[in-house]
């Protein structure tokens, strides 16, 4: 089974009618945090790990909560340190978003999906005020809707094992999906997802 067809299985990837975040409305939408509860998550693991040890890094910072899991895992597997950052404060506690000292550390973030790269981005600036450095983001998925050249602009370089174009074009070949669910796939791809 190929990981388009996992993510289908696991519903990972969900057909339907999806607002994102950004308000656009998707035919899909992809929840990542529960793989780690399936077998597969150590297959991806394994590529991550491959690809962080070829991205110059001091400290690992995964973003709560989609990176957090695979952040500890490749930390783990490489022996380095590992954090992770909030989007959004707390509100209690020390109100950190930031759980790390990061000053003088080139840092590696770490997410499960990037679509328009806002998260990436907020995480990014947030590292840039601790007095880290950001050059590399690594995802599971790039939704490839805009989340790349956002993160261009800041000097940041997105890494993804999987591009979505790659995962729905397995699918729309599949007998997975019905006659309508390809179309509208189609459709949103066309019109929004990047070459």
């Known amino acids: 089974m190929n990981f388009a067809e996992v993510l289908l299985e696991r519903k990972l990837l969900l057909i339907g009618s999806f607002v994102l975040t950004s308000g656009k409305v998707s035919p899909y939408y ?19 790990i491959k690809k962080a040890k070829d991205i110059p890094h001091d400290i690992i ?14 930390a783990c597997n490489l022996k ?8 959004e404060k707390k509100g209690h506690g020390t109100n950190r978003t930031l759980e790390l000292d990061v000053k003088g550390k080139r840092v590696l973030l770490v997410d499960d999906v990037a679509t328009t790269g806002v998260s990436i981005e907020k995480a990014t600036l947030e590292i840039l005020n601790g007095g880290g450095k950001v050059s ?7 939704r490839q809707e805009g989340a790349s050249q956002r993160l261009e602009k800041l000097g940041v370089k997105l890494h993804s094992l999987f591009k979505i174009s790659e995962i729905l074009d397995e699918l729309l070949k599949s007998d997975k999906l019905k006659d309508n669910e ?4 189609l459709d ?3 019109k929004n997802v990047e070459k």
Request: hydrophobic share 45%; no cysteine.
């Open 30 to 48: 992809l929840d990542l945090r529960p793989l780690p509860n399936y077998p597969e998550f150590y297959d991806i693991v394994n590529q991550a």
């Open 61 to 74: 910072v995964g973003i709560a909560t989609g990176g957090v899991p695979l952040s500890a895992f490749i």
């Open 80 to 87: 380095e340190p590992m954090g992770y950052i909030r989007i």
């Open 136 to 142: 590399d983001a690594l995802v599971i998925i790039d």
């Open 182 to 185: 390809k179309k509208s796939i």
């Open 188 to 190: 949103y791809l066309v």
